[in-house]
């Protein structure tokens, strides 16, 4: 099964990346091409993309190809660098250091240069306009460590790239793959979701339990949970970090005590946090569960420390739940 096959079912795909170079480019171009004629595409990305070298390392990139009818978002100063004949849909009033983003439909084949915007509630007025315009399916090419571009409320579903650029050490690269995508993947609730939209919760804590208890500040969380009883519930909107749940798992955690967040790009925990939350038999939820459908991978650095593409794939396989793709096979 190709990567195309794996997302073939979605309106919105975001690509995001476990480090530069990862792959991002090659894959969006992957799906380009796999895109059936009779569908047109939309695509932007939240960093510039499709210039011939990469102005961080001075290794040379893939450029991105589209067909004609394809419909793409890039600042205006990257026009210049689209050699596709363009007509010009639309502007959208959002700035970016390259200028504003417009709405472009392609009228030949050609390379094209993509900057669009970097905040999310930008990127739903851009996928709005792409809608608009007659779009079929759309792509966001994401940023480096960008995990918000997972989140259901943009894309329906979600490719991670991860490779050898990320650490000279393969086994290194697994496991903070393998770390990532289990964060991503975390369980939905939904019946704490249903009462937490029905009761219209703004405070930034809901302590859950035999009594449910409004936190307006964070002053107080670590002796409150301290008190809590097995089986009970944090709620927390917004973000859970380290620098949060260290002091808690220092004071001790009830069995069976659940962190929830609304989504999985608020779970901003690092792999050894994680491993003495799970130690503490803490669980994490969220009340809407990002679909990941895919990770591929590059077996190739852009420093020079490639990995053996084969062992890499298989030991990626064995270590996370979803398909392990490795676009350029």
């Known amino acids: ?16 990346g476990m480090c530069k170079n990862a792959g991002k480019t090659t894959v969006l171009n992957n799906l380009i091409s796999d895109i ?7 695509l932007t990305s939240i960093g510039r993309d499709g210039e011939n ?6 290794t040379e990139k893939p450029g991105i190809y589209i067909k004609k009818g394809s419909i793409f978002a890039t600042a205006e100063n990257l026009l210049s660098y689209c050699d596709v004949t363009k007509e010009i849909l639309n502007t959208t009033g959002i700035s970016t250091p390259l200028g504003e983003v417009v709405i472009v439909r392609a009228l030949s084949d050609g390379n094209i240069q993509l900057a669009g915007p970097s905040i999310i509630n930008h990127l739903k007025q851009v996928s709005k306009l792409f809608r608009s315009y007659g779009a079929d399916r759309i792509i966001i090419d994401g940023a480096v460590g960008r995990k918000t571009l997972c989140t259901k409320t943009l894309a329906d579903a979600t490719i991670l790239c991860t490779g050898a650029s990320f650490s000279v050490n393969m086994n290194e690269t697994i496991t903070e793959t393998a770390h ?6 975390t369980s939905e609730l939904p019946k704490l979701r249903q009462q937490i939209e029905a009761e219209n919760l703004k405070e930034k804590y809901l302590l859950m339990g035999s009594k449910d208890i409004v936190l307006q500040d964070d002053s107080d969380i670590t002796a409150q949970i301290k008190k809590a009883k097995e089986n009970g519930m944090l709620y927390i909107n ?8 260290n002091p808690i798992i220092r004071s001790g955690i009830p ?4 962190f929830a967040v609304y ?8 792999s050894d946090c994680l491993r003495r939350l ?22 190739f650095s852009a420093y020079g420390n490639h990995y053996n593409s084969t062992e890499f794939k298989d030991k990626m396989t064995t270590v996370v739940p979803v398909p392990v793709i490795n676009v350029r096979e």
């Open 263 to 270: 989504d999985a790009s608020k779970l901003l925990i690092s």
């Open 1 to 16: 099964m190709g990567l195309f096959d794996l997302i073939s079912q979605y309106n919105c795909v975001s690509i995001a």
């Open 180 to 185: 990532v995508c289990s964060l991503l993947m």
């Open 36 to 42: 059936p004629e009779k569908e047109k595409p939309a």
């Open 238 to 245: 917004g973000a859970l970090t380290d620098s949060m749940l």
């Open 255 to 258: 069995k069976n005590f659940t």
């Open 53 to 58: 070298v990469d102005v961080a390392t001075g």
């Open 278 to 299: 799970k130690a503490a038999k803490a669980k994490l939820g969220v009340l809407e569960a990002i679909n990941l459908a895919a990770i591929t991978i590059n077996p």
